[in-house]
């Protein structure tokens, strides 16, 4: 008998649960995608991420047929194309790993429900956390809303999953039909806007693994104190595989675990750590679905946001702030569909604090640009550095972007490579080039002279909202 594996954001073969649940119970599966971008709500995926996705569908198809079977594409709606599938290939089951945002919660919740309604094996499976949202409980039996506590609860009941290889041949008949081919979804950019990406980064289960190892072999060593430094290779860059489920959490866990030693120990924790705050995420997103959106903490509705002009968003989206730093990490954004963390949460105060725009405008260009997008992590970040979040930084901290950049890119290295006008500027005048307005205008005539907002009179708008708010 035939089943459908629905693969989603579970883009391998390595530790596939719903695949292999499939073969454990004797199905022959066919490989499935269903292109619905409707169906994620306020949420389509942005232009960033279906780029990543064409490249991991054709990544994963290609490992398909290396195993004798291979990937049909279909466009939505979901439930109607599948039970249309079961209709023409006389499928019995539907296997399919889960996703937390809200919007596919809910439909996978409904779809699931119907198609047992209807008589049809219908199954869902964890291939994307360590711990599903639902699996970690306060003493209450309530959701966490404090990172601490949250984690010190998951390595309470840590116990390592045992991972799945990739089956070294697939069972395949030719039933059903064929679907449509990859360019259909029309996933890739039109105008090749995303060239620079691809210098970077390899979609696909392949290319995850290849991150991975040249992580523990590399950056590992050292992560923990290295992991906050833009201008050295100090983190894995494994976001966008996680996201689109190239590699299992579990996967990395176990490869680390190997590695472990007396030397390591640190950096090993650190990371996994990390790994803790994407749990953690998605632990939040399930538990307050409409944080997206909304202000985790309510008080923050009243909060005096500066009115949003266009011009304003415009000069930040595009690098052109003025302050070397933030400018560059939006650059790099741009050019590679990623940003360094500590850039990201540089950015990020620089928009909510000194220009006081709400975090949302923040969010929506991240959701657009990042290969990494992922509505948890993003949701968390946003919300964690504006200061509205749970377990935030508070409002009244605000990042000094001159003292970040000194202590963070010391000798001016990552403004130099994405800002390569500023680079013949002394340190450190690199790191606040208005300060020497003919040498800036010498070096670069078409870098902003001034900063587009005087940061110490900014901070102080800042926190004298943030003060009415409280007071
Ligand atoms: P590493 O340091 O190697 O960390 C390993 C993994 O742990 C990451 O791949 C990621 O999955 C997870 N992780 C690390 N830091 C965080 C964190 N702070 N929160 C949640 N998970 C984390 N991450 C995304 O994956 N998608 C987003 O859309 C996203 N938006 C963000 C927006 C803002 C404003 C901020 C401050 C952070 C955001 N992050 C987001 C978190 C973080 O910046 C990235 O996960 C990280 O930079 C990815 O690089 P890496 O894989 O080399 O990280």
């Known amino acids: 008998a035939l089943a459908l594996v629905w693969f989603r954001n579970d883009l391998r073969l390595d530790d596939n649960p719903a695949l292999q649940a499939a073969l454990d119970a004797g199905y022959v599966p066919v490989p499935v995608y269903i292109h619905a971008p409707d169906e994620a709500g306020d949420w389509r995926p942005g232009a960033a991420s279906d780029a990543w996705r064409h490249r991991s569908l054709a990544a994963l198809d290609a490992r398909l047929r290396q195993r004798g079977s291979h990937l049909r594409h279909f466009f939505g709606p979901s439930l109607a194309t599948l039970q249309s599938l079961i209709a023409m290939s006389g499928a019995e089951a539907v296997f399919w790993n889960r996703r937390y945002e809200p919007a596919f919660e809910r439909r996978d919740a409904h779809i699931k429900q119907t198609l047992r309604a209807q008589g049809v094996r219908a199954e869902s499976f964890n291939s994307a956390l360590l711990f599903e949202p639902w699996t970690v409980r306060t003493?209450?039996?309530?959701?966490?809303?404090?990172?601490?506590?949250?984690?010190?609860?998951?390595?309470?009941?840590?116990?390592?999953?045992?991972?799945g290889d990739a089956p070294a041949r697939l069972p395949y008949r030719d039933d059903g039909p064929a679907g449509v081919p990859l360019v259909a979804l029309k996933l890739a950019p039109r105008r090749d806007w995303d060239r620079g990406f691809w210098n970077e980064w390899t979609?696909?289960?392949?290319?995850?693994r290849a991150a991975l190892d040249t992580f523990v072999d590399g950056a590992l060593r050292g992560y923990a104190t290295q992991r906050d430094r833009p201008d050295r290779a100090g983190?894995?860059?494994l976001s966008p595989h996680l996201h689109f489920g190239e590699l299992s959490p579990w996967r990395i866990a176990s490869a680390l675990e190997r590695e472990r030693n007396a030397r390591n120990a640190a950096d090993i924790d650190a990371f996994l750590r990390e790994l803790g705050w994407r749990e953690f995420a998605h632990h939040l997103l399930h538990h307050f679905p409409d944080t997206p959106s909304q202000n985790f903490d309510p008080r923050f509705n009243d909060f005096d946001w500066a009115p949003a002009t266009e011009a304003r968003l415009a000069e930040w989206r595009d690098g052109r702030t003025g302050v070397p730093i933030v400018d560059a990490g939006l650059r790099e954004l741009w050019a590679t569909g990623w940003m360094h963390n500590r850039v990201r949460m540089i950015v990020a105060?620089?928009?909510?604090?000194?220009?006081r725009q709400h975090w949302r405008h923040g969010a929506r260009w991240f959701w657009d640009t990042l290969v990494d997008a992922d509505l948890a992590n993003n949701t968390l970040g946003w919300q964690w550095v504006a200061g509205t979040g749970a377990d935030a930084a508070p409002y009244f901290r605000v990042f000094n972007p001159l003292l970040q950049a000194q202590k963070f890119d010391p000798d001016g290295r990552y403004i130099a490579r994405w800002l390569p006008e500023l680079a013949s500027l002394p340190l450190p005048l690199r790191f606040a080039p208005w300060q020497d307005p003919q040498a800036l205008q010498r070096a670069a005539p078409e870098y902003p002279p001034q900063p587009n907002v005087e940061l110490a009179a900014g901070r102080d708008r800042a926190l004298a909202a943030y003060r009415k708010l409280r007071d």
Do not use: M, Y
């Open 203 to 208: 979609p696909g289960e392949e290319g995850a």
């Open 139 to 163: 003493r209450q039996g309530g959701p966490f809303k404090v990172f601490t506590p949250f984690w010190k609860a998951v390595l309470a009941q840590w116990q390592h999953a045992p991972c």
């Open 235 to 237: 983190t894995s860059r």
């Open 349 to 355: 105060s620089f928009l909510t604090k000194h220009l």
